[in-house]
């Protein structure tokens, strides 16, 4: 099964409306975190926005928020009043539990197949 | 802010040679790691590294890479006998309490 499913390869969004960028999850992990990236393209991976399993209240980040429900195993951007330069590639990933033995923070992520977003003037 | 910095940005080499891809993290992370996109593809683990050694590795991650960190600054990953398969972005990233920072990332075409 996969790990994370993101189930929009693409999406088209006027200038200035809102966008929901879909994200499920799977894990058995009771702690976990869950990353937003932004892949322009350029190339580069820009970090949007994180949610841990314990954080009680859904993050925000200016523009972005992440409307987490951890009993459906979702976590889905908002992007607000969407610009043009938010068209790009937008890619969930998820950090599992520490792992036996490791240190904190050793955990690597693992990615969906993204999202490609396109703000129409 | 601090950057993760990657060279070359591209890098254009023969089916079967020796590629080295070089990475300077962020100076206070503790842990490092390479990751893969073939183009149009998702983004791969390949392996994580922590006190000089590697803390774990994926499939994709075989004999012909490896993974060093030669001095205080720098994180390198080599291929040694190159595939056109390989031909990939490849980006290292570095983090120190779960936060990861990406570097732009290097533009591998095995001709």
């Known amino acids: 099964a996969q790990k994370i499913t993101q189930t929009q390869p693409g999406m088209f969004v006027q200038e200035k409306e809102a966008v929901t960028l879909d994200c499920t999850y799977d894990?058995?992990?009771?702690?976990?975190?869950l990353f937003w990236y932004k892949q322009p393209s350029s190339g580069e991976m820009i970090f949007l926005i994180y949610?841990?399993?314990?954080?009680?209240q859904n993050a925000t980040e200016g523009r972005y928020s992440l409307n987490f429900q951890k009993a459906r195993k979702s976590a889905n951007l908002v992007i607000s009043a969407s610009q043009l330069g938010d068209s790009a590639m937008y890619f969930c990933?998820?950090?599992?539990?520490?792992?036996?033995?490791?240190?904190?923070?050793?955990?690597?992520?693992?990615f969906g197949t993204g999202t490609r977003l396109t703000i129409i003037p | 802010e601090p950057e993760v910095t990657q060279t070359p940005s591209h890098q254009v080499t023969q089916m079967g040679q020796e590629v080295i891809l070089r990475c300077v993290p962020i100076?206070?992370?503790?842990?490092f790691y390479w990751y893969r996109q073939i183009l149009g593809q998702k983004v791969e683990f390949l392996v994580s590294?922590?006190?000089?050694?590697?803390?774990?590795k994926s499939e994709i991650f075989d004999d012909q890479f490896s993974v060093e960190r030669p001095d205080g600054s720098n994180f390198t990953l080599k291929i040694r006998s190159t595939k056109l398969e390989d031909s990939a972005m490849y980006f290292c990233?570095?983090?120190?309490?779960?936060?990861?920072?990406f570097g732009s990332g290097t533009r591998l075409t095995v001709v």
């Open positions: 100076s206070n992370h503790l842990y």
């Open positions: 990933a998820m950090r599992e539990g520490q792992m036996l033995g490791s240190n904190f923070g050793n955990e690597k992520l693992t």
């Open positions: 590294f922590y006190n000089n050694e590697i803390s774990e």
């Open positions: 949610q841990g399993s314990y954080d009680e």
């Open positions: 990233a570095s983090s120190r309490t779960g936060g990861y920072t």
């Open positions: 894990t058995s992990d009771q702690s976990y975190g």
